[in-house]
């Protein structure tokens, strides 16, 4: 089982307060990536990370930020919460395996906004 | 861009009864990967496929890659209730350097 954290589990929070997702990671990967999920439904890519000061935007379009100033550790922040940001929240890192690269996501966190 | 599509989106299943699950795309897939969600929690991967042609088995579970390397698919002998949950397949794309998921196909299965 991989060694991906994230904190909270669970967060319920009103509308207009900021949050901070946090994530974290022991197995010393470099790339790391946020995705949005409704329960049992697709993954939608928000944020990526190659390394140490970089980060992307996903697919999905999203007014969440995110930093890497430390390669275990991978936040998104959410400047002001809206109903619409409620979701599960998943961050994953991955490792080159057979040429390609293989992921590893933490247990979630499920965003309630009111 | 590149898209992988995964068919069908849902299926409903006796236990017992065999299940398969279809990904599919356009263009020629690199290295094909499936994850398993269990309901409430996380994908976790569970094999890659990088040959053309090739077959592999993990128990009542086959994976096949198609010999033209543009479809791939899952398919489960005689489920059982824990077979439950959403199957996602995911082709690494080198040239965006990331992998590319499918919607995903939720199985579920009544006992």
């Known amino acids: 089982e991989a060694d991906i954290y994230q904190t909270p589990r669970y967060l319920v929070i009103g509308t207009g307060k900021k949050i901070t997702l946090e994530c974290s990671q022991t197995m010393g990967h470099d790339k790391m990536y946020w995705y949005q999920q409704d329960p049992g439904m697709e993954l939608h890519l928000i944020h990526y990370?190659?390394?140490?000061?970089?980060?992307e935007k996903g697919d999905l379009s999203s007014e969440s930020t995110v930093s890497r100033i430390r390669t275990e550790h991978f936040p998104l922040t959410l400047e002001s919460a809206r109903p619409s940001h409620t979701s599960q929240y998943l961050c994953?890192?991955?490792?080159?395996?057979?040429?390609?690269?293989?992921?590893?996501f933490g247990p979630g966190t499920r965003l309630t906004v009111l | 861009g590149q898209q992988v599509m995964q068919i069908p989106q849902y299926q409903h299943v006796q236990e017992g009864e065999d299940f398969t699950t279809y990904c599919n795309s356009s263009t020629t897939l690199s290295n094909i990967q499936w994850y398993k969600q269990r309901p409430g929690g996380h994908p976790v991967f569970l094999i890659q496929?990088?040959?053309?042609?090739e077959v592999k088995k993990q128990k009542r579970l086959t994976f096949q890659f198609g010999e033209a390397k543009k479809n791939s698919s899952l398919h489960i002998t005689a489920t059982q209730t824990t077979d439950v949950g959403t199957y996602f397949c995911a082709d690494f794309s080198g040239g965006y350097n990331k992998l590319i998921f499918g919607a995903g196909t939720r199985l579920a299965v009544h006992p």
């Open positions: 994953a890192s991955s490792e080159r395996y057979r040429g390609a690269d293989t992921q590893y």
């Open positions: 990370s190659y390394g140490v000061n970089s980060t």
């Open positions: 496929l990088v040959k053309s042609g």
